[in-house]
C-alpha cells in the first residue's frame, strides 16, 4: 500500500467529504530532522487519525527521503507541484517562510492555518551577535517582516504555550488583527490562536541502547551516570556553564559521564558544532574524559533508543527574550523517555517540570547549583528513580493527539477567518492588508535563506530553484 493509502477522502450519505490536509515545511523529509519537520510530521500524523479530516499529505520544499504509513510525503520544490496540492486541500498548514518563498499563497482563498511555534526573531537576537550591526538589524527586520506577513495573512494560528499566545496576541494587535470583528468571534480569540504544544508520541518509547554511546565514550560500563544533551547547540543556549559544572563534579562523582549528541545539524548551514564548549572542556581537562561530543545527529526515529541508553537528561540557557518564550523541544523527549531532567530556570517547560518533579532547575549560569544537581543525581539511584517516574507521567500527559486536538478541529471545518472574509473595501478601511506586502525579490529571498540556515541553505535552494526551472 502507498503511504498514506489507508486514509482516502470518502463520502457517504451522513455528508460531504471530509476535508483533505495539505502541510506544507521548508525543510526535508529525511532520517535525521531538526524541531520544525518533525513538528510538521507528528502533527500531520495526528490529524491523520482523526476520522473527522480526509487524507493528510506533508509537502517539503527541500525534499521527501521517507515514507509514512499513514500520512503521504512528498517534495514540491516549484510551484507548480505545490500549486496541484494546495488546490486538492481544504485547509493548508505553514511554519517558517513558507508564505515568503510562495507568495501567490497570500492571495488564494485557501484557510491557511500559521504555526509560529518557533519565535524565530528573537533567536536572531542572539544568533547574528557577532555580524556587523547593519546586517544584524537587517536580518531581524527581515525576520519581523515574514512574521507580520504570516500572522496578517493566517485564518488560524498555532503557538507552543500560553506564554506565546500572550507574545502572538500582541503581535495581531499590533496588525489589526484584534478587532471587533476576530472579538465577536470569540472574545477570547480562540478562534484565531490556539496553543498547540510539542507533543510525545502514541507509542512507548524503546528500551535504551547502552552499546549506541560506546563509540562515544569509549570506556562506558554500568557504573558510569550518563547525563545526556539531546539537541542542536544554538547561539542561546549555555553548554559552557554545563561544561563547567560537570568538571567541578569530578571529585565527587567521578563515575559522572556528560554526553553531547547534536553536533551536527540536520540542515547544511546552521551551527551546531559546540566550538566554545569543546574549548572549555578542553582547558578544564575534561574532553574526551569526562565531557564527550557525539559527532553527528541522532536519526529522529532512534532517539529514545539514544535517550533511555542515559541516566539524566540536561539542557542550559541564558535569560533573555527568546528563553522566556521559548519551549525547548527537547525536553519534551526527555519527558517521553522518563529521564529526570536537569535545566536552567526562566522557561515554560523548565517550570513545568519544576513543579510536577521531574527534574530539578537551576538559576541561570550558576555552576555550584548545577553542580550540586548532578551530584545529587549521580550519587542517588532512589533520587533518579523518583524523577523519572514524574517525568515518565508527565511526558505521558503530553500526547500529539492531545496536542494536536484545536488544529483538527479547525482543519475538519476549515474556514476563512473572520476579518480575513471580508471585502476588499472593507479589509481596506480596516488596514488590514498593509502587512500583506511580500516581496519575491531576489534580494529578500537571498536574505531569508541565508537567515534559515546559512549559506549551505541557500545554495540548495537556488539548485532546487534551478531543477525546477529546467522541468517547466
Do not use: K
Not at 185 to 201: I, K, Q, W
Not at 313 to 339: I, N, P
Not at 347 to 359: K, P
Amino acid at each position: 500500500m502507498r503511504p498514506g493509502g489507508e486514509r482516502r477522502l470518502t463520502t457517504s450519505s451522513a455528508g460531504p467529504a471530509a476535508p483533505a490536509v495539505l502541510f506544507v515545511t521548508a525543510e526535508a523529509l529525511a532520517g535525521r530532522m531538526a524541531g520544525p519537520a518533525i513538528r510538521t510530521l507528528e502533527l500531520a500524523r495526528a490529524l491523520a487519525a482523526d476520522e473527522r479530516t480526509g487524507p493528510v499529505t506533508v509537502a517539503s520544499l527541500a525534499g521527501a527521503e521517507i515514507e509514512d504509513p499513514a500520512v503521504r510525503l512528498v517534495a514540491a520544490p516549484g510551484r507548480a507541484e505545490l500549486a496541484a496540492l494546495v488546490a486538492a486541500s481544504g485547509s493548508v498548514v505553514v511554519q517558517g517562510d513558507v508564505l515568503g518563498l510562495h507568495p501567490w499563497l497570500v492571495e488564494s482563498d485557501v484557510p491557511v492555518v500559521v504555526d509560529v511555534y518557533d519565535p524565530f526573531h528573537l533567536e536572531q537576537l542572539e544568533r547574528t551577535r557577532d555580524l556587523a550591526e547593519p546586517v544584524r538589524w537587517a536580518v531581524v527586520r527581515d525576520c519581523v517582516t515574514s512574521l507580520n506577513t504570516q500572522l496578517a495573512r493566517a485564518d488560524f494560528v498555532l503557538c507552543a504555550s500560553e506564554r506565546q499566545r500572550a507574545l502572538w496576541l500582541g503581535h495581531l494587535a499590533a496588525l489589526g488583527r484584534v478587532n471587533p470583528v476576530t472579538y465577536d468571534g470569540a472574545a477570547d480569540l480562540s478562534s484565531l490562536v490556539a496553543v498547540v504544544p510539542f507533543g510525545t508520541p502514541g507509542r512507548p518509547p524503546a528500551p535504551g541502547d547502552r552499546s549506541l554511546l560506546a563509540g562515544t565514550v569509549p570506556d562506558l560500563t554500568d557504573q558510569h551516570v550518563v547525563a545526556l544533551w539531546g539537541g542542536g547547540i544554538y547561539a542561546w543556549l549555555d553548554p559552557v556553564t554545563l561544561v563547567r559544572a560537570v568538571a567541578a563534579a569530578g571529585q565527587e562523582a567521578p563515575q559522572l559521564r556528560l554526553v553531547f549528541l547534536g553536533t551536527r545539524h540536520p540542515v547544511p548551514g546552521v551551527d551546531s558544532s559546540a566550538a566554545e564548549a569543546r574549548r572549555v572542556a578542553a582547558e578544564l581537562g575534561v574532553l574526551d574524559r569526562t565531557v564527550h561530543f557525539h559527532d553527528g545527529w541522532v536519526p529522529y526515529d532512534d532517539r529514545d533508543r539514544w535517550l533511555r541508553a542515559a541516566d539524566i537528561a540536561v539542557t542550559t540557557h541564558r535569560r533573555h527574550l527568546e528563553t522566556e518564550f521559548a519551549f525547548r523541544t527537547r525536553v519534551v523527549d526527555y519527558l517521553w523517555c522518563g529521564l529526570p531532567v536537569v535545566s536552567t530556570e526562566g522557561d515554560e517547560l523548565g517550570d513545568l517540570v519544576a513543579r510536577s518533579g521531574a527534574g530539578t532547575v537551576v538559576p541561570e549560569g550558576d555552576v555550584d547549583a548545577l553542580r550540586d544537581a548532578l551530584v545529587a543525581l549521580t550519587l542517588s539511584a532512589p533520587l533518579r528513580a523518583e524523577q523519572a517516574a514524574a517525568s515518565l507521567a508527565l511526558g505521558a500527559s503530553l500526547s500529539w493527539t492531545a496536542a494536536a486536538r484545536p488544529l483538527a478541529d479547525f482543519c475538519a471545518a476549515p474556514h476563512r477567518a473572520a476579518d480575513r472574509a471580508l471585502d476588499p473595501v472593507s479589509r481596506l478601511q480596516l488596514g488590514l492588508d498593509r502587512s500583506l506586502r511580500v516581496s519575491g525579490s531576489p534580494v529578500r529571498r537571498v536574505r531569508m535563506a541565508l537567515r534559515e540556515g546559512g549559506a549551505g541553505l541557500l545554495a540548495r535552494r537556488l539548485l532546487d530553484r534551478g531543477r525546477a526551472l529546467r522541468r517547466r
